[in-house]
């Protein structure tokens, strides 16, 4: 008895087998040149989708830095809470006598911008934009953007 179930076990094993083998035979040779179309159009759907998500999708550091230089009042922390803008150290600013201009492009320097870009997001020309740059380099007694901004930050006008 027991021989017989296992005879008839392995026999329909490999019965399935053979009809599943052949399925897949039928599958992928009959209908190769669709299946392949398939896959290729979901690997560009998939690659379209990723890449513009990645092409539209902003930083959200980037979001709150504008929206404070911008609006200068209030900012959403990330956590969810109110945190009150940085306001520059105005008794410093005046006693080293830089002026608003030089620090709005202090405040640029900062955030990287070069002095092409500097430039072209205050609407003047790239050799103000040096002026402005050296004579606030030398009221903070700087030679490099870099020193420029660390100083700028110890005295409390960069934040």
Not at 87 to 113: F, H, K, M
Request: hydrophobic content about 50%; charged content about 20%; aromatic content about 6%.
């Amino acid at each position: 008895m027991r021989r017989h179930v296992l005879i008839f076990g392995v026999v329909g094993g490999v019965l399935i087998a053979i009809l599943q083998y052949t399925e897949y035979r039928f599958i992928v040779i009959e209908h190769s040149i669709e299946l392949y179309g398939a896959l290729i159009a979901i690997l560009f759907a998939a690659f379209g989708i990723w890449l513009g998500l990645r092409i539209t999708r902003k930083p959200a550091t980037d979001e709150l830095i504008k929206e404070t230089v911008v609006a200068g009042e209030i900012r959403v922390a990330a956590g969810g809470g109110a945190v009150p803008a940085f306001v520059p150290n105005a008794a410093r600013q005046q006693s080293l006598g830089i002026t608003a201009r030089e620090l709005e492009i202090l405040t640029l320097v900062a955030r990287g911008l070069s002095n092409r870009e500097i430039a072209a997001e205050l609407f003047v020309a790239e050799s103000t934009v040096k002026t402005h740059c050296a004579r606030a380099f030398d009221k903070l007694g700087a030679a490099r953007r870099t020193q420029a901004v660390l100083r700028g930050k110890e005295l409390g006008l960069l934040p």
